[in-house]
């Protein structure tokens, strides 16, 4: 896959702008489909008192991912460096198949569609899900 | 055999009661092309796909649209038989039209976003697994006669 280009990068400092404000509201619906729609993602949740939608720990887990997003969004002209240390902590410690970045992925995709329908068209789509699939790519680095 | 409970079927019906073919095929069929720009390769008599404009107003990316979601309602109104309803597309899309069959997956991920910009949170977490478990059982469907 290709690495992002500057008009990509300017598309999701954009858009993701937008989601100044919401970022609770969208993390926490977009775990709560990865859960819903793929239950295999539950295996790694065994830990929770409660993996229902809306959730204490599912609402919480979604604000860590968007703190993370948000975060990389900054750094997007680095990402390997900027996800380092969380690319360490998912290989090692909770040794999630990175199978599963591009599962969240798309619930994010789903949730901003929703909350943004006018703002998510397809430019913003591609954009977005190149990034995602780049967040991903970074997040894998240190699996082997 | 996919097994479907009245809720599943219902709800299936139920999104897809909301959906207007010409409005919303076009819309799906220009989001693959776009997202997904490899998928062109199957549409060279389309003209000019070149730019994210010239396909949001090609002609041609529009009538397929509403031709593909046309062939979604067979589905809808066969959830019981999807295999046999699609034996002669999937067949068309192997051995003529030679179709990677990964790309109806990435079609299915485009009709839910599609779908998710339509209804907006009326598509809940719940509705969205079955419209999704309906959509990959039509995924495997089309599948079905690559051998």
Known sequence: MTSLSAKDKNTVKAFWAKVAGKEEQIGCDAVSRMLTVYPQTKTYFSHWKDLSPGSAPVRKHGATVMAAVTDAVSKIDDLTGALLSLSELHAFTLRVDPANFKVLAH???VVLATVFPNDFTPEVHVAMDKFLAAVARALSEKYR | MVKWTELERSTVKAIWEKIDIDEVGPQIWARVLIVYPWTERYFGSFGDLFTITAILKNDKVAAHGKVVLKALDKAVNNMDNMKRTYADL???HFQKLEVDPDS?????????????CKLKSALSPQ????WQKFLYAVVDAMSSQYR
């Open chain 1, 107 to 109: 619930n994010l995709l």
């Open chain 2, 90 to 92: 999937s067949q068309l």
């Open chain 2, 104 to 116: 109806f997956r990435l079609l299915a991920d485009c009709i839910t976003i599609t779908i998710a």
């Open chain 2, 127 to 130: 509705s969205q697994a079955i």
